[in-house]
């Protein structure tokens, strides 16, 4: 089955510090990558969608110049959180959909961001 | 826009009981519906998802979940819930070609009590 691999699972840093997450297909590629936020017992938010060798599209109220998203290829997607704060704690999970039509979303196991 | 609303946000339930968790949605046109499960400490699975056709959808692990678009519904049902059944269940829903982001509700956690 279609695999996303997320990397790193666990991130503890101090504030003031940018944090680079990855995304990676293993087994397919993703012209659409798309990076959520979950707090605790609430949903998954939607961050941004990311589309390979274009500039992301941001969610009202997400700051582009503080989530920097970067789809540089059909299987990697990278958020970096800039200058990360004790408030952008969370736990950011993104998701791959493979080309073509209705393709269904798959999700990486997450990563829980914890700045102190 | 879209949205989608999951009524019951914790439900506890004895081992072998049936199970039905509601979802209903919000959105102007077709639309394609999802429930996805997170067991501790995984990743989101996809359990089942609706495109068209058959109102009554069929996923792994025996869950199915009926279409009811005269009510905006989409429910996850099981006859018989199993231990292994504790996670959090979450109903998704995007546009009819699938070329948008899931929208999630905020999720139910299912508890299977011995």
């Known amino acids: 089955g279609a695999v996303v691999s997320q990397h790193p699972s666990r991130v503890i840093c101090k504030s003031g510090t940018s944090v680079k997450i990855e995304c990676r297909s293993l087994d397919f590629q993703a012209t659409t990558m798309f990076w959520y936020r979950q707090f605790p017992k609430q949903s998954l938010m939607l961050m941004a969608t990311?589309?390979?060798?274009?500039?992301?599209?941001?969610e009202q109220g997400v700051e582009k110049d503080k989530f920097l998203i970067n789809h540089a290829s059909l299987t990697l997607s990278t958020l970096t959180v800039t200058s990360a704060h004790p408030e952008d704690s969370s736990f950011y999970i993104c998701?791959?959909?493979?080309?073509?039509?209705?393709?269904?979303?798959?999700f990486g196991d997450g990563t829980r961001l914890s700045i102190l | 826009a879209q949205s989608v609303s999951q009524h019951n946000h914790h439900v506890i339930l004895s081992e072998a009981a049936s199970l039905e968790l509601g979802c209903n949605y919000s959105?102007?046109?077709?639309?394609?519906l999802f429930w996805y499960v997170q067991y501790p400490g995984q990743h989101l699975q996809l359990l089942l998802k609706y495109f068209s056709g058959d109102p009554l959808v069929k996923g792994i692990k025996g869950f199915e979940a009926e279409f009811i678009k005269s009510k905006f519904s989409f429910n996850l049902r099981k006859p018989s819930v199993q231990w292994s059944d504790t996670a959090e269940y979450f109903c998704a829903v995007n546009n009819w070609a699938g070329n948008t982001p899931l929208v999630f509700g905020k999720g139910t956690r299912l508890s299977v009590i011995a």
């Open positions: 998701s791959a959909r493979p080309s073509g039509y209705n393709q269904p979303q798959h």
């Open positions: 990311s589309n390979e060798g274009s500039k992301a599209t941001y």
């Open positions: 959105y102007g046109g077709t639309v394609n």
